[in-house]
């Protein structure tokens, strides 16, 4: 199925029988799921009372689960300003008034080393040759697939500073997709300068505006430019765990 589109004022086609998945599964009771921010495990607990079972396994008639998880910490998920000001806005309501789909341009970087860091500066922009689009997903280097299971927590994982993401919000980027567990610094004092410059929070909010982190991006997958479905859990947070698809232009 081919979608025709006009952006910048030019006609674009996106495939849309092609579909490139960029979220991490959410897996619980032992098996391997990428974590940061120090928390335990996600469970999927069958439910259990008054003789019933939540597990066909056990002579249940359904299966039938208590899920805990953090959506911030446990894979993919995509948050809106709702997570740094003290009302806690919905991602739900802020997608409400989304499109569904969007240009995206996907590009590799690889962090710089600063002290004892690994920062992602705007300098790493010049060298970037395609247009940057309403969404920009980056896939930092090295890009192992470790990256699907990784436990992120007390590794001080690259972040990115104020003047990139300044450079984004100057080009008019309004979702950015990260394949990290933060765009800030894992012990920053509670700053989170980087989220503060993206959502230009509190002086010029951003409403409508997301941040997806813990996202993957295949190493076959070109840099360039893609038709973006990010699809978020309707859930009244902060955050939701999500589903960002990638369509391929022909």
Not at 103 to 111: R, S
Not at 179 to 208: C, I, M, N, Q
Request: charged share 20%; glycine share 8%; proline share 7%.
């Amino acid at each position: 199925m081919i979608c025709q589109f006009t952006w910048n004022g030019e006609v674009h086609q996106a495939d849309l029988s092609q579909a490139i998945d960029l979220s991490l599964v959410l897996a619980g009771n032992g098996k391997a799921n990428p974590s940061a921010w120090y928390v335990n495990d996600p469970t999927m607990v069958p439910v259990r009372g008054e003789g019933f079972v939540g597990a066909v396994a056990e002579g249940g008639s359904v299966n039938f689960r208590d899920i805990t998880f953090n959506p911030h910490g446990h894979g993919t998920h995509t948050e809106c300003l709702g997570h740094i000001t003290k009302d806690i806005h919905s991602v739900d309501a802020c997608f409400r008034n989304l499109p569904s789909l969007m240009p995206c341009a996907v590009m590799t970087l690889t962090p710089q080393e600063l002290g004892d860091d690994h920062v992602l500066d705007a300098d790493l922009l010049d060298n970037v040759s395609s247009p940057l689009g309403e969404a920009v997903a980056i896939r930092t280097t090295p890009n192992g697939n470790d990256k699907r299971t990784r436990a992120w927590s007390n590794t001080n994982p690259p972040y990115f500073t104020v003047a990139f993401i300044d450079r984004l919000v100057q080009s008019g980027v309004k979702h950015l997709l990260v394949d990290l567990p933060s765009v800030d610094r894992e012990v920053d004092g509670g700053l989170l300068e980087a989220h503060h410059a993206f959502w230009r929070v509190p002086d010029k909010p951003r409403h409508g505006c997301t941040i997806t982190e813990f996202i993957h991006v295949p190493d076959e997958v070109q840099d360039g430019l893609y038709l973006l479905n990010l699809q978020v859990a309707p859930m009244d947070n902060d955050a939701a765990i999500s589903r960002p698809v990638l369509h391929p232009l022909v």
